[in-house]
């Protein structure tokens, strides 16, 4: 019981996390200190339940966790989490935050998720479909978020022909400003592409347990990598590049396009993508 209970924390330790790092994308991306500020005080819960952890562990085994490749990644993952407190704290570099936490997570889901950490075989089985879940729901959260950021872009086209074109009437008056459209638009990509990312990691982390021919070609991960690569793309360019207006829209749709692809037809040629 005892040891299910740890499991449990060490799964919510993961999710705070994954909150952690989208917060912190999403200042990366838009310069928001509220959101910086959530992800900091996220980050710090999750330190100190690792740091519990940590603590019990050497109380357990009456050493100190290194001598194992997951003790290591663990400590590891501590360390950066660590390092990530002090930089937000006192040096105030965000972006170095950021990318380091994306790292951290993926050390910590490695180490949470590995059913080599489970003495029973049953647990580590259920652990490892617990790991296929969470990588699913990231995923399809994603998507769902795109397919309503493609939809804003849509109303975006079609509000400004009609502005363009100058059919002022009730149509127009309905769908909102251009302006509202772009931006929500942009938002729900912010917080899309990270919960792609932790999706795609959790999902290669499940392949590489239960698939010992696991293959890193396969169809389906270079696709899905496909489409993080073209959303972080959309990002860069709306915001290092400053592309606004329709341009941005149609890219975003075309983004979308492609996401749709990978989403339902990709899948059929994958050696292990259901």
């Known amino acids: 019981m005892q040891d299910i209970f740890m499991t449990r924390l060490h799964e919510f330790t993961i999710i705070l996390y994954a909150l952690s790092v989208l917060l912190y994308f999403f200042d990366f991306m838009h310069n928001n200190q509220r959101a910086n500020r959530v992800a900091f005080w996220l980050l710090l819960f999750v330190w100190i339940l690792q740091s519990s952890f940590l603590i019990i562990y050497i109380m357990e085994m009456n050493r100190f966790p290194i001598l194992t490749i997951m003790e290591g990644l663990y400590f590891y993952s501590w360390v950066l989490v660590t390092f990530s407190l002090v930089i937000n704290k006192w040096l105030e570099i965000d972006f170095i935050v950021f990318f380091t936490n994306v790292v951290g997570f993926i050390v910590m889901a490695i180490h949470t998720f590995a059913p080599a950490r489970d003495s029973a075989i049953t647990h580590a089985e259920q652990v490892v479909s617990e790991l296929l879940f969470i990588h699913v729901t990231a995923a399809l959260l994603a998507y769902g978020m795109f397919t309503i950021s493609f939809i804003l872009s849509v109303l975006y086209c079609i509000q400004y022909d009609l502005l363009k074109q100058k059919k002022w009437g009730r149509r127009v008056m309905r769908i909102a400003d251009l302006a509202k459209l ?93």
């Open 182 to 274: 772009e931006h929500i638009s942009y938002l729900l990509s912010v917080f899309g592409v990270p919960l792609l990312l932790i999706g795609l990691i959790l999902g290669v982390q499940w392949a590489i347990i239960q698939k010992p021919d696991f293959l890193w070609y396969d169809p389906k991960i270079i696709s899905s990598f496909i489409v993080l690569l073209v959303y972080s793309s959309f990002l860069y360019l709306r915001v290092s590049q400053k592309m606004r207006g329709k341009n941005i829209a149609l890219l975003n749709i075309a983004s979308f396009l492609i996401m749709l692809i990978n989403f339902l037809l990709v899948g059929n040629f994958s050696t292990f993508h259901y």
